[in-house]
């Protein structure tokens, strides 16, 4: 691992370099002061997804869900768990695909929930359907 880490802000989207020592010290960011890496998953609009994915070198593992979706509400439980237990290792973050219908078309989401894990930016892989927290860690490993 390099001696830092680019992580965006949930909150200004600022792309914060953390000290890769510190990432699982709860870095805040240096712009507006929000937590970068608390261990929860973010909730990202429409017009952040992007500049988020593009500035976090971290892996993002990004749920595409919607509020009437069964599946997706029992999931949600086991992803915020996920996202606890991999805080230091990759960023979860949930898009409201109600709210964010550019979005999921862009990404030819037909099936909620669906998970995209990013590397450096880049689509690695994607699943449907709905995972437990354990699921959910061995999927991104
Ligand atoms: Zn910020």
């Not at 990432?23 to 017009?47: H, I, N, W």
């Not at 976090?56 to 869900?65: G, H, I, R, S, Y």
């Not at 449907?128 to 999927?139: E, F, I």
Request: hydrophobic fraction near 45%; charged fraction near 25%.
């Amino acid at each position: 691992m390099s001696e830092f880490v680019q992580v965006a802000c949930p909150a200004c989207l600022a792309p914060n370099r953390v000290p890769a020592v510190r990432v699982a010290e709860d870095p805040k960011c240096g712009k507006c002061g929000a937590a970068l890496l608390d261990g929860a998953p973010a909730e990202l609009r429409e017009d952040q997804f992007e500049s988020f994915v593009a500035r976090t070198e971290l892996p993002v593992l990004a749920d595409f869900w919607a509020p009437w979706c069964g599946p997706c509400r029992a999931m949600a439980p086991h992803f915020e768990r996920a996202a606890q237990q991999l805080k230091d290792q990759v960023r979860l973050v949930k898009v409201n695909t109600e709210d964010a219908p550019g979005l999921a078309a862009r990404y030819g989401i037909r099936a909620i929930p669906t998970l995209v894990l990013f590397r450096n930016g880049v689509e690695a892989k994607r699943t449907s359907g709905a995972l437990d927290a354990g699921a959910l860690t061995r999927w991104v490993a």
